[in-house]
């Protein structure tokens, strides 16, 4: 005859362990009050937080002086050396446009998939899209020589009825950043309304704030009707935003793959483009985040299991990168074009090494030790390995850019490439552009989803009930099927 087990009170049950399952996500959050409390919790400024942004702000006081430099030198203090006239600008430019896709799609991507890892960490890449479009954008302007006429990049009706040239990346660059930007920046506002709402409603709050939430919120009411609308909303952005991203990063590579440079002049660039995106974006995720969960107090939110996953993702499309240099390397081989072979020889074995060996380092041997689960879950390990993919993935641009341009057709061009101290200065200014926004962002709205947490969160029971027993005879607090909290 089989036993009955009676009955825990919730009062004596034991403390349930930090560990997640497939029911309990986030084991460690008990309630909704408590989501709101912690996540609002992390609005309030501090000391480090304003540390934090004076020296973003400096990085960005720095880039502005020295483009006023340059803007009064000429861009001859820039370091171009002709035939290479794209450098540090371009490069960078490539790196924050990668960054700036790689947020959306990873967002879209995992939402269409129903990823469970992506609820706590997508705000964060959300974010980081808008900002790193933002930075990209400004590199077009700081290449041309004449930056206050940048509006000529973008057809308007004018009285000399003259347009852009078309045929120019620079104009490509235009509309992909313009496009993106729209995209991105509407798919990041329509996830924070629900959370508008909760900042909108909480008590103690300026007047002023508040009506500046009233009026980002929409009216939001938390209806039925409202969720509904919500929800395929943003399943249409999601839906559309993936295969726009991976068209617009796809344009960004035929800046590079129209040409007939060597080392350019290849089909693979749009895959091997928007691949390295995702790369460098869940690098720059883990730079952004692992810090984020320790200063804010989100361990129980941004779980190590959490990141786990995110990890075996960049694993993943690190795995895809390496695919694709190794095709690039067949490609050049199998073609029998000793223009293409002489190029790639000098890029890995010649006067570029030193660049390659860091690129195939950084993207190719050092996320291999992501296959230990151990490294995978050290949150140590994975703040190193962002930091290097992200140099990495700068010097993937680099090798693409500057040996291409330096090791032409003609062997009489050939020639070096060597960045001055105004390359580094912007370079430093456009991290500072973009540490800056980030850091007012993650004071002024939440940067973990309150709304999608608490789906995740299961309810508790209304009223107490004699079932909802497990196999050890504990008593559930909560029931999957039963709305509402035990009162």
Known sequence: MAATAKPI????????????????????????????REIVGTLH???????????AVFFLLIGIATWMYQI??????AGYNPPVMWGVYIITFVFWIGIGH?????????????AGFR????RCAEAMTVFAVMTAGLFPILHLGRPWKFFWLIPYPNWRYIWPQFKSPLVWDVFAILTYFTISSTFLFIGLIPDIAVLRDRENISPIRKRIFSVLSLGWRNTDNEWRHFARAYLFLAAFSTPLVLSVHSVVSFDFAMALTPGWHTTIFPPYFVAGAIFSGMGMVFTIIIPLRRWFGLKHYVTINHLDAAAKLCLFTSLVVGCAYMTEWF?????????EQSFFANRIWGQWWWSSAILYTCNMILPLTLFSQKLRRSP??????????????????FVIVVPSLSHEFEPWQWTSYRPTWVDYGI???????FSMWFMLFIKQLPVIAIAEVKEILPPKLRKPHPHGIDSTGRHFEYEADTPGEYA
């Open 9 to 36: 009170p919730a009062r004596d049950e034991p403390r349930r362990p930090n560990i997640a399952s497939a029911d309990v996500q986030l084991p460690a959050v008990k309630d909704f009050e408590q989501v709101d």
């Open 102 to 114: 790689a947020g959306t799609l990873i967002s879209a991507i995992l939402y269409l998939f129903r």
């Open 45 to 55: 400024p501090t000391v480090a937080w304003f540390m934090g942004l004076g020296v």
């Open 72 to 77: 009064y030198s000429g861009l001859g203090v």
């Open 427 to 433: 370079l430093l200014g456009s991290f500072g552009w």
């Open 331 to 339: 490609v050049a081989w199998f073609s029998g074009n000793e223009v």
């Open 380 to 397: 140590t390990w994975l703040f190193i390995l962002s930091f290097t993919v992200n140099i990495g993935m700068w010097f993937e641009r």
């Open 119 to 122: 609820t706590t960490i997508y």
